[in-house]
């Protein structure tokens, strides 16, 4: 593949477009096929453990903007008219290699920053209503042909449509023209809050989302309080050691600023802010997708696998993501992996983290190598497969 740019360069793109403004890529990638079809995305759709949607523009009951959760049956999809009803599916990149592949070519953005790929499949007139994103969204066209429209950024403030489980923009207007239709190949990027409605033109319109993550305040703050609340003592504690005599049901300012110093400097911990901040962003989307051998192998055992010819690989749904240390250790970094944070050097933590082919059997060699190697495929988050033919 060649990038998905077009003309732009990575710079450039980011520099001028990326959180700021859209930008439609005419055959970004030209020729595309997607290599998943309409029944196999159903077919992931009626899976326990995948997470998907069935969004009718009127549903059985009459009722307008109806969806339905997965896992879905034929029965449901034998029922569907032939037009206005979305089919939505997230994190195929997990459960098929071929679509996870896609990502290489978004590799001028952190990988930590990367949610899934969702796909959606809809007949003529599907859609999922105009809304808008909390974060940035690259929309793929796959198959068929979709119509998108643009209403300009929109704040929190924005109505939305009541007494529906959807967050469908209440108001929408198409500004400035930017209204296309995308073919398969062809790929539109959305900064965070910029309004949206995509429509089906074609009987087989499958379109690509690939999202990327953005905690929000809420969420961060509320993970690295707990992540650090758990390092404090407990002897660590509210003290006033200025106090006078005073109203005593008087809450007053020294008080507030007595307990805001402590809060604050409780928090302010950048070297602990970093190994929080490694863990939180290499979260699982879906924990349970990371599978634990039973029982667990030894080292000689997974030497024995690799010299009979299977690879070692990152597990699909897992996330790695690296941070050197910081002052004068200038080979030591942690490695974060799932949630977890792992001292190792620095060489292994970059070879580790940014691989996206099959890691060397040499690294067997190297008696740190190899044990951290050992730990993460026992807990799931390396697996051994069979080496695939050229």
């Not at 998905?4 to 001028?16: K, S």
């Not at 809050?193 to 961060?220: K, L, V």
């Not at 509210?238 to 007053?252: G, K, M, R, T």
């Not at 809060?263 to 950048?270: F, H, R, V, W």
Request: glycine content about 8%; charged content about 25%; overall charge negative.
């Amino acid at each position: 593949m060649t990038g998905v740019l077009g003309e732009l360069t990575a710079q450039r793109f980011l520099a001028e477009y990326w959180q700021k403004k859209p930008l439609l890529i005419r055959q970004a990638i030209a020729g595309f096929e997607s290599p998943l079809s309409a029944e196999e995305l159903a077919g992931l759709a009626c899976e326990e453990d995948v997470e998907s949607r069935l969004i009718e523009s009127v549903g059985a009951d009459g009722k307008p903007w109806q969806v339905t959760h997965g896992p879905l049956d034929e029965e449901v999809f034998a029922r569907l008219p032939e037009r206005d009803w979305t089919l939505l599916v997230q994190a195929v990149d997990h459960y098929v290699p071929e679509v996870a592949e896609l990502l290489e070519q978004f590799s001028f953005i952190p990988r930590w920053r990367l949610d899934d790929i969702m796909i959606s499949y809809a007949p003529p007139g599907g859609n999922v209503g105009p809304h808008v994103d909390n974060y940035d969204v690259f929309l793929l066209q796959g198959a068929g042909q979709r119509r998108w429209q643009l209403g300009g950024f929109k704040g929190e403030d924005a109505a939305i449509v009541d007494g529906i489980s959807l967050r469908i923009l209440k108001e929408f207007t198409v500004s400035n023209d930017e209204e296309w239709v995308l073919e398969p190949g062809d790929m539109l990027y959305l900064p965070p809050r910029y309004a949206h409605h995509g429509i089906s033109e074609s009987t087989d319109c499958m379109t690509w989302s690939i999202g990327f993550r953005a905690p929000s305040a809420d969420e961060a703050v509320t993970s690295w309080a707990d992540y650090r609340g758990e390092q404090l003592s407990d002897a660590l504690r509210y003290a006033d050691p200025d106090l006078s005599v005073q109203d005593p049901a008087l809450l007053d300012e020294g008080a507030i600023e007595r307990v805001r110093a402590l809060i604050l400097e409780s928090l302010d911990d950048k070297q602990q802010l970093g190994e929080w901040f490694g863990r939180y962003m290499t979260q699982t989307k879906y924990p349970d997708q990371l599978i634990a051998l039973e029982p667990s192998i030894d080292l000689a055992t997974l030497r024995g696998a690799l010299a009979a010819g299977e690879q070692l690989v990152r597990s699909q749904g897992s996330r790695f993501a690296y941070r050197p240390a910081l002052g004068n250790e200038a080979d030591s970094a942690t490695l974060f992996v799932d949630g977890d944070g792992i001292p190792c050097s620095l060489s292994l933590a970059q070879q580790l983290a940014q691989v996206d082919q099959p890691l060397p059997a040499e690294l067997l060699d190297e008696p740190a190598a190899a044990e951290l190697l050992l730990e993460l495929t026992n807990r799931g988050s390396l697996v051994l497969e069979e080496q695939s033919e050229a």
